[in-house]
């Protein structure tokens, strides 16, 4: 049977100024627009053309932001779109949504500036999440990435069995799963240092990961067990799933694949 998520399309600030908002002149970068459309509502058209969403939420630090966006604006007066504050942390904000909409598991969380994020994408990684597991994450092997863009910097994670780039992807099915937001927003200015993240489970978890004795699904197992939860990982050999939209670089090449009417 399908499952159906609520989507949560996490568009707010961090704490510190973001230099792509700032060089499009913008409050927030998921309001950066490409090819004339802004990257936040190409994210809600993806959502709500994929078979496995049903609501969608857009967290963000004050609704009234979205009047910027006219196609937004519209579907939140007919009430197609639901908002929420946004927290300045990530995990802040999913917290926040179990608080407010816990009746609306399980989530879906995605981010904003993932301009490249098409509909067949999502409901792979919907279809692929292990139903029992608290957690889902997506991951996009490293050689899928280098293929398609063999020039792109992005940080990938080593294990046992190859290195992996996650995708902003995260599924939450259980209350339980909220601990591993507690978790996470303790360490979520080192999510760009595999290590520093590996360090915060323990000097074991860190030694399995530095000597790569386990593969991907292992270290989720072991980091689930810490966490006192079950986390399921889904792999998918879609390189636009890792391209997130970071630096100036990575604007630039969403440009370059929204304008060719492609993606890989």
């Known amino acids: ?11 707010g600030k961090r704490d510190a100024p973001n230099p792509i908002a700032a060089f499009a002149g913008l409050s927030h970068k998921a309001l950066v627009p490409i090819w004339g459309v802004s990257m936040l509502e190409r ?12 609501a969608i939420i857009v967290a963000i630090e004050d609704p009234r932001v979205l009047e910027a966006v006219p196609r937004l604006q519209q579907l939140v007066a007919a009430g ?18 179990f608080d407010l909409h816990q009746d609306c ?6 981010s904003a500036d993932q301009p490249l994020l098409r509909p067949e994408i999502v409901d792979a990684f919907c279809a692929g999440v292990e139903a029992s597991s608290d957690i ?3 991951f996009v092997p ?3 990435v280098r ?28 209350l339980q799963s909220a601990r591993a937001c507690v978790f996470w927003q303790s360490i979520e200015q080192l999510r760009k240092r595999p290590w520093r993240v590996a360090t915060a489970f323990g000097w ?17 197992t072991r980091a689930g067990r810490i966490l006192g939860v079950t986390i399921s990982s889904v792999i998918m050999d879609f390189a636009d799933a890792a391209v997130d939209v970071d630096t100036l670089d990575d604007l630039e090449l969403a440009k370059q694949v929204l304008g060719a009417g492609q993606g890989s």
């Open 136 to 138: 889902g994450l997506g």
């Open 204 to 220: 074991r978890f860190l030694l399995v990961y530095v000597l790569r004795r386990d593969d991907l699904r292992e270290m989720l």
């Open 1 to 11: 049977m399908k499952r159906s998520y609520t989507a949560l399309v996490l568009a």
């Open 80 to 97: 197609e779109l639901l908002t929420m504050s946004s927290s300045p942390s990530v995990a802040g904000s999913v917290l926040r949504a």
């Open 105 to 110: 598991l399980p989530f879906l969380v995605v």
């Open 43 to 54: 994210v809600v058209t993806t959502l709500r053309r994929a078979n496995h969403v049903g």
């Open 142 to 144: 490293e050689r899928s």
């Open 147 to 174: 293929a398609a863009y063999p020039h792109t910097r992005r940080t990938f994670m080593r294990f046992a069995d190859g290195a992996y780039k996650n995708c902003n992807l995260y599924a939450f099915h259980t």
